[in-house]
């Protein structure tokens, strides 16, 4: 008797669990759906509704930060992440977030180093590697911006928005790291790619393209950028590459060294975060400075996505 009682009992306890699961991924996916509904208000009720009842729910807890950032209510989101940032940091969204905030303060630096942050922590998260790009190019924009034209003649334009992300593995235990997967282009043998041989093809590409810029050789140097690579916003592929050429051919010689690299790579090593040490020099200029680029392998090669002078 008390045997057929105790086993009752539990599956009782069990079914009580399973649908208590089951209405939280329903609330959950909710929040979601009316944040990518732009229905913003509405999250906000609900996200916060449900964390009276489930409190320190880490998905919950980004959804919500995700909610007020996208009600442009930056202080709210940002004393949540900070109050729940131990445990939080084991989500890529938590150091996306952040960065989203940090960016829309103006502050670029710390944005930055929140994004690289996430990256080396969670290097499967392709979001991060977008926002970071996004950020590089439009730096580098007004970087040619500056190099090519009177800056008193350049008009003012405001910086690209980041990416806000919801995706959230709803199905993952809380107490397990979930790091989601977004979609990224692939191939075969990026897959199965060791670290180990990753990161030898990728020190080969950038000692290789710096070769081709010392050899001034504008075909071969072109060459290692992807059809993808983010050129500034407004300058077309065209003109960058009008660009380059004229910049390579310009000084009578060029010399091109680069060393100390760190890489991050994704976990199926098909994107890689690059900073290495870059020494120029050439008849008019002499210079070293951190370079940071972003490759993606294309099943035959890597190629640069994007790039930057590193802070």
Known sequence: MYKGLLVSLLIA????????????????????????????????????????NTPNDPDAILLLSSAYIQNNSF??????????????????QFYNNMAFIYYSAGDDKNAVAML?????????YAALYDNLSSIYAFKAKKAYEKAINDESNTTPES????????YADFTTSSNQEAVPQEPTQSSNKATALTQGEARRDIEATISGWA???????????????SESFAT???????????????????PSFIEVKVSNFDIVLST?????????LQHYRSNTLDDKIVKQVVLQNTGNSWKIISENVSN
């Open 159 to 166: 910086p690209p928005p980041l990416k806000l992300t919801y």
């Open 232 to 250: 500034p916003p407004g300058v077309s592929r065209s003109d960058w590459q009008y660009y380059r050429r004229d910049r390579l051919k310009a």
């Open 75 to 92: 202080s709210e989101a940002r004393n949540m992440l900070n109050k729940y940032r131990q445990q939080l940091e084991h989500h890529p």
């Open 13 to 52: 306890a069990c079914c009580t669990t399973t649908n208590a699961l089951a209405g939280s991924i329903a609330e959950l996916q909710e929040i979601q759906s009316l944040l990518q509904k732009n229905q913003t208000r509405d999250a906000i009720q609900v996200a916060t509704t449900y964390l009276r």
């Open 268 to 276: 199926d090593s098909s994107l890689a975060s690059v900073h290495f």
């Open 211 to 225: 070769t081709a810029w010392s050899r001034q050789d504008a075909v071969q140097y072109l060459s290692f950028y």
């Open 116 to 124: 690289e942050l996430g990256i080396k922590n969670h290097p499967a």
